[in-house]
Protein backbone atom coordinates (compact mmCIF):
# COMPACT_ATOMS: atom_id res chain seq x y z
CA UNK A 1 0.00 0.00 0.00
CA UNK A 2 1.29 3.36 -1.07
CA UNK A 3 2.16 6.21 1.66
CA UNK A 4 0.60 9.70 1.21
CA UNK A 5 2.12 11.65 -2.14
CA UNK A 6 2.13 14.49 1.48
CA UNK A 7 4.48 12.87 4.07
CA UNK A 8 6.55 11.57 0.80
CA UNK A 9 6.99 15.19 -0.73
CA UNK A 10 8.73 16.38 2.07
CA UNK A 11 12.87 15.42 2.97
CA UNK A 12 14.26 13.97 5.99
CA UNK A 13 16.68 15.89 7.40
CA UNK A 14 19.63 16.62 4.97
CA UNK A 15 22.17 16.75 7.82
CA UNK A 16 21.41 13.16 8.01
CA UNK A 17 24.14 11.53 5.97
CA UNK A 18 27.03 13.01 8.67
CA UNK A 19 24.73 11.74 11.06
CA UNK A 20 24.79 8.63 9.79
CA UNK A 21 28.75 8.81 9.77
CA UNK A 22 28.96 9.89 13.73
CA UNK A 23 26.44 7.29 14.40
CA UNK A 24 28.25 4.18 12.92
CA UNK A 25 31.53 5.85 14.33
CA UNK A 26 29.87 6.03 17.74
CA UNK A 27 29.14 2.87 17.58
CA UNK A 28 32.70 1.15 17.24
CA UNK A 29 33.56 3.14 20.58
CA UNK A 30 35.28 6.38 18.80
CA UNK A 31 34.92 9.28 20.08
CA UNK A 32 33.73 12.80 17.72
CA UNK A 33 33.83 16.32 18.72
CA UNK A 34 30.09 17.54 18.18
CA UNK A 35 30.11 21.09 16.96
CA UNK A 36 26.44 19.89 15.34
CA UNK A 37 23.94 20.70 18.32
CA UNK A 38 21.07 23.13 17.96
CA UNK A 39 20.66 23.35 21.39
CA UNK A 40 21.99 24.76 24.59
CA UNK A 41 24.27 23.24 26.31
CA UNK A 42 23.78 24.66 28.93
CA UNK A 43 20.88 23.60 31.99
CA UNK A 44 17.91 25.07 32.77
CA UNK A 45 17.97 27.56 35.33
CA UNK A 46 16.84 26.38 39.08
CA UNK A 47 13.95 28.44 39.32
CA UNK A 48 12.59 26.81 36.47
CA UNK A 49 12.68 23.85 37.37
CA UNK A 50 11.01 24.17 41.10
CA UNK A 51 8.26 26.01 39.24
CA UNK A 52 8.07 22.64 37.27
CA UNK A 53 8.30 20.39 40.46
CA UNK A 54 5.82 23.03 42.30
CA UNK A 55 3.19 22.19 39.86
CA UNK A 56 4.04 18.54 39.68
CA UNK A 57 3.30 18.52 43.90
CA UNK A 58 0.50 20.87 43.12
CA UNK A 59 -1.38 18.05 40.63
CA UNK A 60 -1.07 20.76 37.79
CA UNK A 61 -1.11 17.60 35.63
CA UNK A 62 -4.57 17.30 33.73
CA UNK A 63 -5.56 19.06 30.22
CA UNK A 64 -5.19 22.92 30.10
CA UNK A 65 -6.91 25.13 27.73
CA UNK A 66 -6.26 24.13 23.99
CA UNK A 67 -4.49 27.66 23.23
CA UNK A 68 -2.41 27.19 27.09
CA UNK A 69 -3.37 28.67 30.47
CA UNK A 70 -4.40 32.15 30.50
CA UNK A 71 -1.61 33.08 33.06
CA UNK A 72 1.10 32.02 30.51
CA UNK A 73 -0.58 33.86 27.58
CA UNK A 74 -0.46 36.99 30.31
CA UNK A 75 3.06 36.50 30.81
CA UNK A 76 3.98 36.57 27.08
CA UNK A 77 2.17 39.20 27.01
CA UNK A 78 3.81 41.28 29.88
CA UNK A 79 7.47 40.36 28.30
CA UNK A 80 6.37 41.77 24.96
CA UNK A 81 5.36 44.37 26.65
CA UNK A 82 8.23 44.84 28.75
CA UNK A 83 10.42 44.19 25.77
CA UNK A 84 9.11 46.07 22.92
CA UNK A 85 6.69 47.95 24.65
CA UNK A 86 4.45 45.93 22.14
CA UNK A 87 0.10 45.60 23.15
CA UNK A 88 -1.16 42.21 22.43
CA UNK A 89 -4.59 40.74 23.83
CA UNK A 90 -4.79 37.04 25.01
CA UNK A 91 -7.02 35.85 22.29
CA UNK A 92 -4.06 37.29 19.94
CA UNK A 93 -1.49 34.77 21.51
CA UNK A 94 -1.44 31.36 21.78
CA UNK A 95 1.25 28.83 23.34
CA UNK A 96 2.46 25.60 21.56
CA UNK A 97 4.53 22.52 21.71
CA UNK A 98 7.93 24.18 20.87
CA UNK A 99 8.59 27.22 18.30
CA UNK A 100 8.77 24.82 15.25
CA UNK A 101 4.64 23.88 16.19
CA UNK A 102 3.47 26.95 16.67
CA UNK A 103 5.48 27.71 13.25
CA UNK A 104 3.72 25.11 11.55
CA UNK A 105 0.09 25.62 12.94
CA UNK A 106 0.55 29.27 11.46
CA UNK A 107 1.42 28.07 7.89
CA UNK A 108 -1.62 25.65 7.86
CA UNK A 109 -3.90 28.57 9.08
CA UNK A 110 -2.80 31.20 6.35
CA UNK A 111 -1.34 29.50 3.54
CA UNK A 112 -3.54 28.59 0.80
CA UNK A 113 -2.94 25.78 -1.74
CA UNK A 114 -0.32 26.94 -4.48
CA UNK A 115 0.50 30.22 -1.93
CA UNK A 116 3.67 30.97 -2.85
CA UNK A 117 5.80 31.75 0.11
CA UNK A 118 9.70 33.35 0.45
CA UNK A 119 12.19 31.61 2.11
CA UNK A 120 15.61 33.95 2.79
CA UNK A 121 18.75 31.50 2.20
CA UNK A 122 20.65 30.47 4.09
CA UNK A 123 17.23 29.47 6.26
CA UNK A 124 16.66 27.27 9.03
CA UNK A 125 16.15 23.43 7.59
CA UNK A 126 12.54 23.07 8.94
CA UNK A 127 10.93 26.41 6.97
CA UNK A 128 10.70 24.62 3.21
CA UNK A 129 9.57 21.24 4.73
CA UNK A 130 6.86 23.09 6.52
CA UNK A 131 5.77 25.02 3.55
CA UNK A 132 5.60 22.23 1.30
CA UNK A 133 3.69 20.23 3.88
CA UNK A 134 1.29 22.95 4.32
CA UNK A 135 0.55 23.06 0.25
CA UNK A 136 2.64 26.15 -0.35
CA UNK A 137 5.07 26.74 -3.48
CA UNK A 138 8.67 27.59 -2.12
CA UNK A 139 10.61 30.51 -3.52
CA UNK A 140 13.93 31.34 -2.26
CA UNK A 141 15.63 34.55 -2.08
CA UNK A 142 18.99 33.70 -2.89
CA UNK A 143 20.97 35.98 -0.09
CA UNK A 144 24.73 37.06 0.12
CA UNK A 145 27.76 37.01 2.19
CA UNK A 146 28.62 40.91 1.33
CA UNK A 147 26.43 42.24 3.95
CA UNK A 148 26.39 39.04 6.13
CA UNK A 149 23.32 37.53 4.82
CA UNK A 150 20.79 40.20 5.60
CA UNK A 151 17.32 40.55 3.95
CA UNK A 152 16.66 44.07 3.34
CA UNK A 153 13.71 45.84 1.98
CA UNK A 154 14.66 46.15 -1.80
CA UNK A 155 16.05 42.38 -2.23
CA UNK A 156 12.41 41.75 -0.72
CA UNK A 157 10.43 43.91 -3.21
CA UNK A 158 12.49 42.38 -6.17
CA UNK A 159 11.53 39.05 -5.14
CA UNK A 160 7.52 39.46 -4.61
CA UNK A 161 5.33 38.17 -6.87
CA UNK A 162 1.33 38.34 -7.33
CA UNK A 163 0.68 35.01 -6.08
CA UNK A 164 3.21 35.74 -2.38
CA UNK A 165 1.17 35.13 0.44
CA UNK A 166 4.41 35.48 2.91
CA UNK A 167 7.92 35.47 4.12
CA UNK A 168 9.58 34.19 6.38
CA UNK A 169 12.12 36.44 8.55
CA UNK A 170 14.84 34.54 10.39
CA UNK A 171 16.66 37.32 13.02
CA UNK A 172 18.88 36.31 14.84
CA UNK A 173 19.46 34.10 12.47
CA UNK A 174 19.71 30.47 12.05
CA UNK A 175 22.40 29.35 10.59
CA UNK A 176 24.10 32.89 9.90
CA UNK A 177 23.82 34.35 13.08
CA UNK A 178 22.97 38.04 11.32
CA UNK A 179 20.79 40.14 13.09
CA UNK A 180 18.57 42.50 10.93
CA UNK A 181 18.54 45.92 11.58
CA UNK A 182 15.93 48.18 13.25
CA UNK A 183 15.81 50.48 10.31
CA UNK A 184 15.95 47.85 7.84
CA UNK A 185 12.94 46.21 9.52
CA UNK A 186 11.00 48.81 9.78
CA UNK A 187 11.10 49.58 5.45
CA UNK A 188 10.39 45.98 5.26
CA UNK A 189 7.13 46.20 7.47
CA UNK A 190 6.28 48.75 5.51
CA UNK A 191 6.72 47.17 1.81
CA UNK A 192 4.25 44.05 3.51
CA UNK A 193 1.79 45.98 4.86
CA UNK A 194 1.36 47.97 1.35
CA UNK A 195 1.66 44.92 -0.89
CA UNK A 196 -0.12 43.07 1.82
CA UNK A 197 1.58 40.17 2.36
CA UNK A 198 2.11 38.43 6.17
CA UNK A 199 5.93 38.60 7.64
CA UNK A 200 6.41 35.14 9.87
CA UNK A 201 8.69 36.69 12.24
CA UNK A 202 10.66 34.22 13.89
CA UNK A 203 13.09 35.44 16.61
CA UNK A 204 13.71 32.13 18.73
CA UNK A 205 17.44 33.64 19.16
CA UNK A 206 15.87 37.26 20.41
CA UNK A 207 18.18 37.34 23.72
CA UNK A 208 21.30 36.23 21.86
CA UNK A 209 23.16 38.55 20.25
CA UNK A 210 26.82 40.36 21.37
CA UNK A 211 28.55 43.20 20.83
CA UNK A 212 25.87 45.38 22.11
CA UNK A 213 23.51 44.55 19.24
CA UNK A 214 20.41 44.91 19.83
CA UNK A 215 17.53 42.35 18.86
CA UNK A 216 14.34 44.41 17.16
CA UNK A 217 10.89 42.84 17.09
CA UNK A 218 8.54 43.68 14.49
CA UNK A 219 6.25 43.20 17.43
CA UNK A 220 6.79 47.07 18.12
CA UNK A 221 5.71 48.09 15.14
CA UNK A 222 1.70 48.90 16.34
CA UNK A 223 1.15 49.67 12.43
CA UNK A 224 2.36 46.57 10.85
CA UNK A 225 0.43 44.31 13.57
CA UNK A 226 -2.18 43.29 10.62
CA UNK A 227 0.98 41.45 8.92
CA UNK A 228 2.94 40.42 11.41
CA UNK A 229 2.77 36.84 13.05
CA UNK A 230 5.60 36.61 15.88
CA UNK A 231 7.27 32.95 16.52
CA UNK A 232 8.83 32.80 19.70
CA UNK A 233 10.39 30.00 22.04
CA UNK A 234 11.93 28.98 25.26
CA UNK A 235 14.10 26.42 24.02
CA UNK A 236 17.01 28.70 23.43
CA UNK A 237 16.77 31.88 25.63
CA UNK A 238 15.89 29.56 29.16
CA UNK A 239 17.84 26.74 27.72
CA UNK A 240 14.29 24.66 27.76
CA UNK A 241 14.61 22.85 23.96
CA UNK A 242 13.27 19.64 25.83
CA UNK A 243 10.65 21.45 27.57
CA UNK A 244 8.69 22.09 24.28
CA UNK A 245 7.33 25.42 24.37
CA UNK A 246 6.94 27.93 21.99
CA UNK A 247 4.25 30.51 21.37
CA UNK A 248 2.79 32.52 18.49
CA UNK A 249 1.22 36.42 18.52
CA UNK A 250 -0.51 37.68 15.75
CA UNK A 251 -4.32 39.03 14.71
CA UNK A 252 -6.94 37.43 16.75
CA UNK A 253 -8.37 36.10 13.19
CA UNK A 254 -5.18 34.09 12.64
CA UNK A 255 -4.35 32.81 15.97
CA UNK A 256 -7.72 31.58 16.32
CA UNK A 257 -7.57 29.46 13.79
CA UNK A 258 -4.55 28.34 14.89
CA UNK A 259 -6.27 27.39 18.00
CA UNK A 260 -8.88 25.84 16.24
CA UNK A 261 -6.15 23.53 14.32
CA UNK A 262 -3.93 22.91 17.43
CA UNK A 263 -7.00 21.72 19.46
CA UNK A 264 -7.99 19.13 17.01
CA UNK A 265 -4.35 18.24 17.03
CA UNK A 266 -2.00 18.06 20.35
CA UNK A 267 -3.92 20.36 21.90
CA UNK A 268 -2.73 22.49 24.75
CA UNK A 269 1.31 21.90 25.24
CA UNK A 270 2.25 19.81 28.70
CA UNK A 271 0.72 21.51 31.70
CA UNK A 272 4.21 21.28 33.50
CA UNK A 273 5.80 23.28 31.04
CA UNK A 274 3.31 25.34 30.73
CA UNK A 275 4.05 26.42 34.89
CA UNK A 276 7.91 26.55 34.24
CA UNK A 277 7.79 28.80 31.28
CA UNK A 278 5.62 31.10 33.68
CA UNK A 279 8.68 31.21 36.26
CA UNK A 280 11.19 31.90 32.96
CA UNK A 281 9.53 34.77 31.85
CA UNK A 282 8.38 36.55 34.97
CA UNK A 283 11.33 34.98 37.16
CA UNK A 284 15.00 36.66 37.29
CA UNK A 285 16.65 36.84 33.98
CA UNK A 286 20.04 37.21 35.20
CA UNK A 287 20.74 33.72 34.05
CA UNK A 288 20.71 35.06 30.31
CA UNK A 289 23.84 37.36 30.86
CA UNK A 290 25.76 34.87 32.60
CA UNK A 291 25.63 32.58 29.21
CA UNK A 292 25.64 35.17 26.60
CA UNK A 293 29.32 36.37 28.39
CA UNK A 294 30.51 32.47 27.78
CA UNK A 295 28.83 32.20 24.42
CA UNK A 296 30.46 35.25 23.22
CA UNK A 297 33.72 34.45 24.44
CA UNK A 298 33.28 30.83 22.89
CA UNK A 299 32.56 32.82 19.19
CA UNK A 300 35.51 34.99 19.34
CA UNK A 301 37.72 32.03 20.26
CA UNK A 302 36.36 30.08 17.26
CA UNK A 303 36.18 32.77 15.12
CA UNK A 304 39.87 33.88 14.97
CA UNK A 305 40.88 29.62 14.66
CA UNK A 306 38.34 29.28 12.00
CA UNK A 307 40.48 32.49 10.13
CA UNK A 308 43.94 30.72 10.77
CA UNK A 309 42.81 27.67 8.68
CA UNK A 310 43.81 28.05 4.82
CA UNK A 311 40.82 28.28 2.69
CA UNK A 312 38.66 29.22 5.47
CA UNK A 313 37.00 32.29 6.30
CA UNK A 314 34.09 33.95 8.02
CA UNK A 315 33.09 37.21 9.69
CA UNK A 316 31.74 37.49 13.22
CA UNK A 317 27.94 36.66 13.69
CA UNK A 318 25.96 39.20 15.48
CA UNK A 319 23.77 36.86 17.00
CA UNK A 320 22.67 32.92 18.13
CA UNK A 321 25.40 30.23 18.45
CA UNK A 322 25.89 29.59 15.01
CA UNK A 323 29.35 30.44 12.40
CA UNK A 324 28.82 29.39 9.23
CA UNK A 325 32.33 29.96 7.34
CA UNK A 326 33.08 30.33 4.12
CA UNK A 327 35.20 27.29 2.33
CA UNK A 328 35.00 28.01 -1.38
CA UNK A 329 38.56 28.23 -1.17
CA UNK A 330 38.81 25.57 0.32
CA UNK A 331 37.01 23.35 -1.95
CA UNK A 332 38.70 25.02 -4.95
CA UNK A 333 42.13 24.31 -4.17
CA UNK A 334 41.57 20.51 -3.23
CA UNK A 335 39.72 17.42 -4.27
CA UNK A 336 36.75 17.88 -2.04
CA UNK A 337 33.88 19.52 -3.95
CA UNK A 338 30.73 20.19 -1.83
CA UNK A 339 30.02 21.19 1.78
CA UNK A 340 28.49 17.72 2.56
CA UNK A 341 32.11 15.96 1.31
CA UNK A 342 34.07 17.93 3.70
CA UNK A 343 31.52 17.53 6.56
CA UNK A 344 31.88 13.66 5.98
CA UNK A 345 35.87 13.85 5.94
CA UNK A 346 35.66 16.39 9.10
CA UNK A 347 33.95 13.31 10.97
CA UNK A 348 35.80 10.22 9.36
CA UNK A 349 39.30 11.87 9.79
CA UNK A 350 39.48 14.65 12.51
CA UNK A 351 36.43 13.34 14.38
CA UNK A 352 34.70 16.59 14.24
CA UNK A 353 31.22 16.70 13.05
CA UNK A 354 29.93 19.85 11.62
CA UNK A 355 26.83 20.72 9.59
CA UNK A 356 27.23 21.46 5.41
CA UNK A 357 26.14 24.22 4.44
CA UNK A 358 24.31 22.37 1.16
CA UNK A 359 21.78 21.74 4.70
CA UNK A 360 20.47 25.38 4.86
CA UNK A 361 20.16 25.92 0.92
CA UNK A 362 23.64 27.45 0.80
CA UNK A 363 27.06 25.48 -0.95
CA UNK A 364 30.55 26.58 -0.31
CA UNK A 365 29.58 27.17 3.82
CA UNK A 366 29.61 25.10 6.92
CA UNK A 367 27.69 25.61 10.16
CA UNK A 368 29.41 24.73 13.20
CA UNK A 369 27.36 25.46 16.89
CA UNK A 370 29.58 26.87 19.86
CA UNK A 371 26.80 25.62 22.24
CA UNK A 372 29.31 23.14 23.93
CA UNK A 373 32.62 23.34 26.02
CA UNK A 374 35.25 25.89 25.21
CA UNK A 375 37.34 22.26 25.47
CA UNK A 376 35.38 20.82 22.86
CA UNK A 377 35.80 24.12 20.75
CA UNK A 378 39.52 24.34 21.09
CA UNK A 379 40.10 20.60 20.78
CA UNK A 380 38.47 20.21 17.59
CA UNK A 381 39.32 23.78 16.08
CA UNK A 382 43.07 21.67 16.47
CA UNK A 383 41.86 19.14 14.69
CA UNK A 384 40.19 20.90 11.69
CA UNK A 385 43.67 22.78 11.18
CA UNK A 386 45.56 19.60 11.11
CA UNK A 387 43.19 18.23 9.01
CA UNK A 388 43.25 20.85 6.27
CA UNK A 389 46.99 21.59 6.58
CA UNK A 390 47.14 17.84 5.49
CA UNK A 391 44.94 17.91 2.57
N1 LIG B 1 13.25 28.57 14.61
C1 LIG B 1 14.57 28.39 14.45
C2 LIG B 1 15.31 29.31 13.55
C3 LIG B 1 15.24 27.35 15.10
O1 LIG B 1 16.55 27.19 14.94
C4 LIG B 1 14.49 26.48 15.93
C5 LIG B 1 15.13 25.34 16.59
O2 LIG B 1 16.23 24.95 16.30
C6 LIG B 1 13.11 26.73 16.08
C7 LIG B 1 12.53 27.77 15.40
C8 LIG B 1 12.22 25.86 16.91
O3 LIG B 1 12.58 25.73 18.21
P1 LIG B 1 11.61 24.96 19.24
O4 LIG B 1 10.64 24.13 18.46
O5 LIG B 1 12.53 24.14 20.08
O6 LIG B 1 10.91 26.01 20.02
Redesign the pocket.
Known amino acids: MNLSRRANSITTSPTMAVLEEVAKLKDKGIEVLDLGP??PDFHTPDNIKLAANKAIEEDFTRYTEPSGILELRKAVIEKYRRDFGAQYKPNEVIIS???????FNLMLAIIEEGDEVLIPAPY?V??PQQVILAGGKLRYIELQEENQFVLTRDILDESLSTNTKAVII?TP??PTGSVIPEEELEKIAELALKKRIYIIF?E??EKLTYDGVKHFSLASLQEAKKVTLI??????TYAM?GW???FALGPEKVISTVAKLQSHTTSAPCSISQKATVEALNGSQDFIKDMLAQYARRRDYMVEALKSIPGISCYKPQG?FYIFPNITHLLESTNINSSEELSRQLVNHARVAVVPGSSFGKEGYLRLSFATSIEVIKESMKRMKEFVEGL
Open positions: GQSGGKHSLWSYNCNDCYINSVSKPRIGT
